[in-house]
T-cell receptor
Framework: RKEVEQDPGPFNVPEGATVAFNCTYSNSASQSFFWYRQDCRKEPKLLMSVYSSGNEDGRFTAQLNRASQYISLLIRDSKLSDSATYLCVVNRGANNLFFGTGTRLTVIP | EAGVVQSPRYKIIEKKQPVAFWCNPISGHNTLYWYLQNLGQGPELLIRYENEEAVDDSQLPKDRFSAERLKGVDSTLKIQPAELGDSAVYLC?????????????FGPGTRLTVL
């Protein structure tokens, strides 16, 4: 079983739509969780950390459910500039990161 | 502040040839990572350095891949000989410390094509 599993998409949504991505992780001892964003032919960049209490950054909301080993990312009011691949990332400790395959999002005018 | 620098950005070689990639991390970052990213996949760790020590090289195919980080700053990743299946993007990342999580900053990557 893969360490981190995500639906690769693609997700094609109209501007202004709300879209949600989910991922699951296999190791219950995983310590911290993140969403990274990767634009086409660019390097991954940290989008936000994910906490059990949930955290919000503008139009982006991330949530962690430790009991279900499930992580989510919600994007409200999608913009064309949100088009990218969103990578679910799990830290098993000591900066030992495991990346999902990524979910590709295209926001359509 | 300068980000992680990698060179070359692109490399095309024939199979069985050697190839080397270079990485210069963000100044002051003592942890350096080499990742492999295949098309449609997330990055996969090849090797992690704490200063000049390789602390995790369990995923590095040691029969053909080697890496070094002399003086705990720049790093080089080498493949000899390259195979068709090595075509991928090789990403270098750096972070401040191993204890607790510190954000990993990625370089632009080297896109390798093996013909």
């Amino acid at each position: 079983r893969k360490e981190v599993e995500q639906d690769p998409g693609p997700f094609n949504v109209p501007e202004g739509a709300t879209v949600a991505f989910n991922c699951t992780y296999s190791n219950s001892a995983s310590q911290s969780f993140f969403w990274y964003r990767q634009d086409c032919r660019k390097e991954p960049k940290l989008l936000m950390s994910v906490y059990s209490s949930g955290n919000e950054d503008g139009r982006f909301t991330a949530q962690l459910n430790r009991a279900s080993q499930y992580i989510s990312l919600l994007i409200r009011d999608s913009k064309l500039s949100d088009s990218a691949t969103y990578l679910c990332v799990v830290n098993r400790g000591a900066n030992n990161l495991f990346f999902g395959t990524g979910t590709r999002l295209t926001v359509i005018p | 502040e300068a980000g992680v620098v990698q060179s070359p950005r692109y490399k095309i070689i024939e199979k069985k040839q050697p190839v080397a990639f270079w990485c210069n991390p963000i100044s002051g970052h003592n942890t350096l990572y080499w990742y492999l990213q295949n098309l449609g996949q997330g990055p996969e760790l090849l090797i992690r350095y704490e200063n000049e020590e390789a602390v995790d090289d369990s995923q590095l195919p040691k029969d053909r891949f080697s890496a070094e980080r002399l003086k705990g700053v720049d790093s080089t990743l080498k493949i000899q000989p390259a195979e068709l299946g090595d075509s991928a993007v090789y990403l270098c990342a750096s972070s401040l410390a191993r204890v607790a999580y510190n954000e990993q900053f990625f370089g632009p990557g080297t896109r390798l094509t093996v013909l």
